[in-house]
């Protein structure tokens, strides 16, 4: 919820880039090729991993390790752990830790220091409750092995292990919130505390001794924008050397910029989430024949070319390509054929329509998005009212009294489609009103319970199941642009937004 | 003017209690769940209850004004519920940013705007009509406009300053002024236009006094009755506007602020206001506040100090 429009990002790590930059560093940092300027609309809440969102990583990565490292194609390598394997009924993971990791002050990083952070994780109420929620025990075998004990399998465990709930601080920095803004971690930076300006500017120096192997930059900072046109200024001019641009507008700016460097990516996806599909609020919903109506109301095609110069995909699918659920077919599942949606309805039993209320942010639902869809519902009968709310209180009204039957969201599209399930297809978070089936039970079973990659069938069939039967109303994956000032080669992050902050090097 | 001074600090510290609890009560309508908001949607109901508590948010809100005024008395303005900072430090790190531009902006404003004002006033005809259409139209520009297109030539094409970020005047006196050149310049135009008008009217207006022409006809030198006389009668309008200037920089340099990414409170203040986040909002306001007392008082005295017949009113 940091970034403008993103609800829920997961980041992570990556490739180990070597490149010892010798030579020292000295006072004198000011634009000399061992700093890196990132800039960025996300704010992380603190430096506290309890309060760590997977779209706020990088402020993360450079003061904290991660359990488990992720690579830029997604793939999982050792970072303070080496090893990690489950046992026959996927509920106990074991974990063989680093042995040469300690922390500022010398605590050595060891199995006790992993329980403590799942443990506060789990039970401090914050953004990681609920990845750990199926943590039942931390079993602390000796130093460097620990074996995390589950109520169920959670085929998404190693993915928070690399992204947010894998951030390990100092146990000996609980007490009091220090965290939040003097982290204490055992990653290759530390925070430059007289240098920092939280809420503008994070400086980040290297640390001393670091057990791993040195990224290439001296000096991070990472500069806090609330818009992309400072951003694409400062990138053209060569103050910040590296940004992801999500606004088309400003995109198109960037490219038309030749000092500029830019390398698209497909991330998130824009749609409708129908929250009720039982028909709690809106009884027509209920009917799988009025989502799919709504489904072929809106034009996918016209939409992507109005509102985002063209700049994506159009979908039907709420998985990522990374995932073993996605499926190529199903991203023309749904074409744009008032005609049917017509007939879809009568079919339903609304031969005249309905109507339908959404609530709109105006950060996610722009005005020309707002009028697009309710002119494309419009078309098939269905009167579709909008009611402004500010994002103060649309959280409260949206998942607190549950007040709406679905919302217009972006949403990321990690590359461990248990995530997504997790979020969007289980009773919960994002299906607060609790809605399955006996497919999508038995399915969702299989998968939680099958080793990792034996239940891609099932994952797909689960797929195909949730779009036939509407529950969601996808537009487009969206293209965004990272953009450099010549200065940095970034890789990209597989399922991600945000690149990992070890995927920047000097450029070659 | 000691007794004057005091009773406006006085009747200013009045303003500022009266002020802070109004706002804070004007804050805690809306009614934003913060614990929902910080920890999103994903979060269960009990766990964002325990997070509002933590925060006070489940007291009345006079008692949370009190609290918070007490520990604002002692100097603690508190942390931002959204990142934690310490609300002190931030309005310490955002606030010479602000000023900074503030004062660069009053001064080219007070000095280009007193020259071409008296130009004009003094010298009328073509020179008269020429300060007069380019007032116009530096009014009439919008200052967006204008700062795009000084970042789009200064900086991003020919390269001369850098286009977005701050260096503070303790880092780098150069790197100070390089960042702050184009925001203040950009600033400047539309007070330059406005207060160049003031002091031109206020000069043709004492000018035409008798006293002026009484020193003119003695043979004193025309630059001498200008500088001695009529800018000393003339100035009070024009520092007005340029004090009231002065103050409507505190918020008005927003746009400024933002694009050319400048951490200072204005943006701040969208920010935090968009999230509900009272702590920093409230520092915030005080910040304000003050400026504008202070300001206010300075103006006084100075405009006093110059035309003593001003004192009396």
Known sequence: ?508 | MLSFILRRLGSGLLLLVVISALAYLLLSLPGTDVGRHVLGPAVPQQAVDAHNAALGLDRPVAVRYLDWLTSALQGDLGRSWYTSEDVSRALANRLPVTVSLMVGVTLVTAVVSFVLGVWAGVRRGAVDRAVQTVSVLGYALPGFLVTLVLVLVFAVRLGWFPAVGYTPLSQSPSGWLATVTLPILSLSVAGIAGVSQQVRSSVIEVMGRDYVRTLRSRGLPASRVVFRHVLRSAATPGLTVLGMQFVGLLGGAVIVEQIFGLPGIGAMTVQYTTRGDIPVIMGVVMVTVIGVILTNLLVDVLVGWLNPKARVS
Request: include cysteine; charge should be negative.
């Open chain 1, 1 to 508: 919820m940091q970034t403008k429009t993103r609800i829920n990002t997961g980041v992570a790590a990556a490739g180990a880039l070597v490149l010892m930059l010798t030579g020292c560093a000295g006072s004198s940092a000011d634009t000399d090729a061992s700093s890196l300027t990132i800039g960025t609309m996300t704010v992380p809440q603190s430096l506290d991993p309890a309060e760590a969102m997977g779209s706020a990583m990088p402020y993360f990565q450079a003061v904290y390790d991660t359990l488990v490292k992720r690579e830029p194609d997604g793939g999982y390598t050792p970072m303070l752990a080496t090893e990690w394997t489950y046992d026959e009924s996927l509920t106990e993971l074991t974990l063989t830790l680093r042995e040469d990791v300690t922390f500022d002050d010398g605590t050595p990083f060891d199995a006790e220091a992993v329980r403590a952070n799942l443990e506060r994780f789990r039970d401090g109420g914050g953004g990681q409750a609920q990845t750990m929620a199926l943590l039942e025990e931390v079993e602390v075998v000796d130093d460097t092995t620990v074996v995390l004990h589950l109520e169920q399998p959670n085929p998404a465990m190693v993915f928070y292990l690399s992204d947010a709930a894998g951030l390990m601080a100092n146990p000996a920095a609980f007490d009091g919130d220090s965290l939040t803004t003097d982290p204490d971690g055992t990653g290759p930076y530390e925070l430059d505390q007289d240098r920092t300006a939280v809420g503008t500017t994070w400086v980040y120096t290297r640390a001393d001794g670091y057990w791993g192997e040195d990224l290439p930059y001296d000096e991070v900072s990472i500069n806090l924008f609330d818009n992309e046109n400072a951003i694409v200024n400062g990138v053209r001019t060569g103050q910040i050397n590296a940004a992801l641009l999500q606004d088309v507008d400003q995109q198109a700016v960037a490219e038309s910029d030749e000092k500029v460097e830019t390398q698209p990516q497909d991330i998130d996806y824009q749609g409708i989430i129908l929250f009720d599909r039982d028909g709690h609020i809106a009884p027509e919903l209920a009917e799988p024949e009025v989502r799919q109506a709504i489904n072929h109301a809106v034009d996918r095609e016209t939409m992507l070319e109005q509102l985002r110069d063209g700049q994506g995909e159009t979908t039907s699918q709420i998985f990522g390509p990374q995932t073993d659920a996605y499926d190529p077919e199903l991203d023309t599942y749904y074409d744009h054929d008032p005609e049917r949606a017509r007939e879809l309805l009568a079919d339903a039993g609304y031969p005249d329509g309905f109507a339908l209320t959404l609530p709109r942010m105006s950060e996610i639902v722009s005005d020309p998005l707002a009028t697009s869809l309710q002119s494309d519902l419009a078309d098939v009968g269905i009167d579709l009212t909008w009611d402004n709310l500010d994002s103060g209180s649309a959280l409260n009204s949206i998942f607190t009294e549950q007040a709406y039957p679905g919302m217009v969201m972006n949403n990321a599209q990690p590359a461990e489609d248990w995530v997504t399930t997790v979020e969007l297809v289980l009773p919960g978070t994002f299906n607060f009103f609790g809605t399955t089936d006996e497919t999508v039970q038995d399915l969702t079973h299989t998968i939680q319970t099958s080793p990792d990659g034996e239940a891609a069938d099932q994952a797909r069939e689960l797929n195909r199941h949730l779009v036939e039967q509407g529950w969601f109303v996808p537009f487009y994956r969206m293209t965004f642009l990272h953009v450099s000032d010549g200065t940095v080669d970034v890789e990209p992050q597989s399922g991600m937004a945000v690149p990992a902050l070890y995927n920047y090097a000097p450029a070659e």
